[in-house]
C-alpha cells in the first residue's frame, strides 16, 4: 500500500474539523471571532479611558455614633447626692417622665440624721439661742444707759464737789481777811498796852479774837484741801464704776456676737437639713425617658455619687459624633458637607460619587475638637444639613454612623494616581482663590 504525503490546505482542515465536530479549534481559527474579541476589549479600554477623566469627589472617612450636640441633650445619669437606702420607685425603664416627676425615694442612713424631727429640733435651737442672744443685746442695751448715767453722775458730783471747792476758797479768803484784820488789832493792842492805856483784859481779849481767827483760817484752809481731796476721789470713784460697766457691756457684747455666730451656723444647718431632705427625692431634670435604673430593689445602700437611673432627653438636637485620623484633620473645616450612612438604615453609597447615592444623608461639620479623643483620633460633630433631607426619625442615641466629609472634586485619574502614591487628599482653595492638584482645578467639596 502506497502513502502519498500530500501538504493539506486550510479547506482540507477545515472539512476535517466539521467532520470530527472540534469547535474550539474551529473557532480560534475563524476570522470573525477574532475581530468581535478585538471589538470587546477596544471598547472596556475607551469606557475606562473615559472614567478616568469622571469628576471624583474626594472624602475623608470616619466611624462614630449619633449623639446630641448639647451637652444636656445627651442620656444624664442621675446619681445619690447623699449616702441612703432605696425606699421606693416610682417609674419603669422606658417610661416617660416630666421635669420634676419623682422617679424613687431614698431613705437616711447616717446615725446623726435618723431623728425624723431633726430639722424642728434643729430650728428651735437655733430660736432659743437668737432669743438668748437678743436678751444679751438688751442687757448690753442697759449697760450702756448705765454707764451714759455714771457718765453724767460724775458730770454733777464733779461740778458739785468744784462748787464746794470755790465756797471754801471764798471762805478761806474771808477768813485770811479776818485773821489779818484782828492781827493788826492786836499789834495796836499791844502798842497801847505797852503804853500803859489799856487794861490786861482788853488786851487778852484782842488776843481771843485773834487766835479764833486763825483757827478759823486753818479750819477753813483744811476744809478747802479735804474738798481738793474729795473731788479726785469722786473722779477716780465714777471713773471705777464707769470701766466696770464698761467692761461688763464689753463681755456682753462678746457673748452676744458669739451667740450671733452660733445663731448663722444653726441656721446654715437648718438650711442644708432642708435641702439634705430634698435630696431623699430623686427627680427628674427634664423631660425625658428612663432608659435604665444603674441600682435594683429596695433596701439597697447606696452611696453619694453612686448612679441610681440613666434618663435620655426626649427632644435632643442630634448630632453625629465622627472619629477621624489625626492626618486628616487639617484637612477639615468647621462648615464642611459631610454624607452620613446610619446603622440599620439601607444605603447605598458611592463616596465619590455622592449624587447618585441612595439612603445616605446630608449634614455640616459643626465642631472639631482641638485634642484627640481616642486611640489618637480626633472628634467631628456634625449636625444636619438645612439644605437636605432630614435625617430620619428612627435613629436612636447611640446607633452607629459612616461618614464621608467631602473634600475637593478631581478627576479619577488624580484619584486612582494619589491613592497609589499614598498622598493626602487635596484641600480646597480658601475663598476668592483657586488650588490647582495635578493641573486640575478643583472645587469645594459638597455633593448633596
Do not use: C
Not at 444636656?72 to 421606693?88: E, K, V
Amino acid at each position: 500500500m502506497t502513502t502519498t504525503t500530500e501538504p493539506l490546505t486550510s479547506d482540507d482542515v477545515e472539512r476535517e474539523l466539521s467532520r470530527l465536530r472540534l469547535y474550539s479549534p474551529a473557532m480560534l481559527n475563524s476570522t470573525h471571532s477574532h475581530r468581535a474579541f478585538f471589538y470587546w476589549l477596544l471598547g472596556l479600554f475607551l469606557v475606562a479611558l473615559l472614567a478616568l477623566f469622571l469628576p471624583w469627589q474626594q472624602n475623608i472617612q470616619g466611624t462614630g455614633v449619633v449623639t446630641a450636640l448639647r451637652p444636656q441633650d445627651r442620656p444624664q445619669t442621675l446619681p445619690a447626692a447623699i449616702d441612703g437606702q432605696i425606699q421606693q420607685w416610682y417609674v419603669r425603664e422606658g417610661q416617660f417622665v416630666r421635669r420634676g416627676d419623682l422617679i424613687a425615694r431614698i431613705s437616711e442612713v447616717k446615725e446623726e440624721y435618723l431623728d425624723p424631727q431633726v430639722v424642728r429640733r434643729t430650728a428651735e435651737q437655733r430660736d432659743a439661742k437668737a432669743a438668748s442672744n437678743a436678751n444679751k443685746r438688751l442687757a448690753a442695751d442697759a449697760l450702756g444707759s448705765q454707764m451714759a448715767a455714771l457718765e453724767r453722775g460724775l458730770v454733777l458730783e464733779l461740778e458739785q464737789t468744784r462748787n464746794q471747792i470755790r465756797q471754801y476758797e471764798a471762805d478761806v479768803r474771808a477768813a485770811q481777811a479776818d485773821s489779818a484784820f484782828a492781827e493788826n488789832q492786836l499789834e495796836r493792842r499791844r502798842a497801847v498796852f505797852d503804853s500803859g492805856l489799856v487794861s490786861l483784859n482788853d488786851f487778852q481779849a484782842t488776843q481771843l479774837k485773834f487766835q479764833k481767827a486763825a483757827a478759823d483760817l486753818a479750819a477753813k484752809r483744811a476744809g478747802l484741801a479735804n474738798a481738793r481731796v474729795e473731788l479726785s476721789a469722786v473722779e477716780a470713784e465714777y471713773e471705777k464704776e464707769i470701766v466696770k460697766v464698761q467692761a461688763d457691756r464689753a463681755k456682753t457684747l462678746a457673748d452676744a456676737n458669739d451667740g450671733a455666730a452660733e445663731v448663722a451656723k444653726l441656721d446654715s444647718k437648718v438650711a442644708s437639713l432642708e435641702v439634705r431632705h430634698r435630696f431623699y427625692e430623686i427627680r427628674a431634670p427634664q423631660d425625658g425617658y428612663v432608659i435604665q435604673a444603674q441600682r435594683a430593689g429596695l433596701g439597697e445602700t447606696i452611696k453619694a455619687g453612686d448612679p441610681i437611673v440613666t434618663v435620655q432627653p426626649a427632644e435632643p438636637q442630634q448630632a453625629v459624633e465622627l472619629f477621624v485620623k489625626a492626618n486628616d484633620v487639617p484637612l477639615i473645616r468647621q462648615g464642611d458637607a459631610v454624607r452620613l450612612q446610619f446603622d440599620g438604615w439601607p444605603a447605598l453609597q458611592f463616596a465619590g460619587w455622592p449624587s447618585v447615592s441612595v439612603g445616605t444623608f446630608g449634614g455640616r461639620v459643626a465642631v472639631l475638637d482641638r485634642v484627640s479623643s481616642r486611640d489618637g483620633q480626633f472628634r467631628v460633630l456634625v449636625t444636619p444639613d438645612p439644605g437636605d433631607e432630614p435625617w430620619p426619625a428612627q435613629v436612636r442615641m447611640g446607633s452607629g454612623v459612616y461618614g464621608w466629609t467631602m473634600l475637593r472634586e478631581v478627576p479619577v485619574w488624580f484619584e486612582v494616581w494619589r491613592q497609589l502614591n499614598g498622598f493626602p487628599p487635596s484641600v480646597a482653595a480658601p475663598s476668592g482663590e483657586s488650588g490647582k492638584s495635578g493641573g486640575t482645578t478643583g472645587k469645594q467639596g459638597g455633593k448633596a
